[in-house]
């Protein structure tokens, strides 16, 4: 069983940044994938950003490709999501995921998926 926490969400004006951690509880935290989803209001989730094992590859949704970056530390079990140039469109509540050994970029099952922490970007 993994359980991942998420945290670093808050307010911030647009053009300001952000950086969210997900720290992942369990062993084998390197056999994972990782992954960030985010769900704005009243619309459904969608892949923000996701990051193999080792962390050698990495993919972005379109839309925050240049202006975010997921990276991990495998030594503390934790990902994260650095989010740059914000905008008021990226307001929604952020989902770290987890998938044992795959990488997957949609919203269909994954192995876990965290409690979500709130990104609110005022314009």
């Known amino acids: 069983q993994v359980q991942l926490v998420e945290s670093g969400g808050g307010l911030v004006q647009a053009g300001g940044s952000l950086r969210l951690s997900c720290a992942a509880s369990g062993r084998s935290f390197s056999s994972y994938a990782m992954g960030w989803f985010r769900q704005a209001p009243g619309k459904g989730r969608e892949f923000v950003a996701a990051i193999s094992g080792s962390g050698g590859s990495t993919y972005y949704a379109v839309s925050v490709t240049g202006r975010f970056t997921i990276s991990r530390d495998n030594a503390k079990n934790t990902v994260y999501l650095q989010m740059n140039s914000l905008k008021p469109e990226d307001t929604a509540v952020y989902y770290c995921?987890?998938?044992?050994?795959?990488?997957?970029?949609?919203?269909?099952?994954?192995?876990?998926w965290g409690q979500g922490t709130q990104v609110t970007v005022s314009s």
């Open positions: 995921t987890a998938d044992l050994d795959r990488v997957i970029t949609t919203t269909t099952t994954h192995d876990f």
